[in-house]
């Protein structure tokens, strides 16, 4: 690509998470990955991959590629209506790992809630209206199952989907809970869900269903 000032522009895209290229130069060796993206030389590349940093401006996260790829229009259009109508049996559900050891982190917190049975921990999406969905794929799983996603930090997408996902939308398609107060705080994630009214999740899901195509 050759913009009007007659320089090229440089795109590289990758497939592994930002951080796994990321290690000081100074580490030699790395304690893992590689410090591809701390080299001098890319710094004038745009590097879009599907976990980023917040802070190179030359790095642009991109959503994660899913299973999700319906071969036709119709297709389409009849799993969004399976994602209308169906019914959501779990408040919130968690869909990943982590967070059995010692030290406090969401993950556990999040497990401690769903091993006392007021939710559940499953990878079956489409039964649930909100779980948790740090930055990976599950997060887009999510969306287009018609989940509600549950953020804890705003790294997890708000830092990172700009271009797909815009800042002031994320009040209108998930929920926010700061990981502190959970974590700390001992603020109890369902308390914060179920106090949401019925029509606001109403609306969250209707837009939910409008990001499926993303």
């Known amino acids: 690509m050759r913009p ?4 090229s522009v440089y795109f590289l895209v990758m497939t592994r998470p930002a951080w796994d290229f990321s290690q000081p130069l100074v580490n030699d060796p790395p304690i893992w990955g590689t410090s591809f993206l701390e080299l001098p030389e890319f710094y004038n590349v745009t590097i879009l991959l599907p976990d980023g940093r917040a802070w ?3 790095v642009h996260a991109v959503p994660y590629p899913t299973s999700f790829h319906p071969p036709n229009l119709a297709c389409f259009k009849a799993w969004v209506q399976r994602v209308k109508r169906s019914r959501r049996t779990s408040l919130i559900i968690f869909a990943g790992g982590g ?4 030290t406090p982190n969401i993950r556990r917190s999040i497990r401690k809630e769903c091993d006392n049975g007021n939710s559940s921990m499953s990878r079956n999406t489409t039964n649930s209206s909100e ?6 794929r599950l997060t887009f799983d999510a969306i287009t199952a018609g989940c509600i996603p549950v953020f804890f ?3 997890s997408a708000k830092m990172q989907y700009q271009w797909h996902l815009p800042e002031d939308k994320y009040p209108e398609f998930s929920v926010f809970i700061p990981k502190e107060e959970v974590v700390f705080k001992r603020l109890k994630i369902l308390d914060v869900l179920m106090v949401i009214p019925r029509s606001e ?3 969250m899901r209707e837009s939910i269903v409008e990001l499926i195509p993303i």
Do not use: H, M, S
Request: aromatic residues 8%; without cysteine; glycine residues 14%.
């Open 201 to 203: 999740v109403r609306k």
């Open 99 to 102: 967070g059995i050891g010692a």
């Open 131 to 136: 779980r948790d969905t740090p930055t990976r």
């Open 153 to 155: 930090e705003e790294l």
């Open 4 to 7: 009007r000032y007659g320089k």
């Open 56 to 58: 190179p401006w030359q």
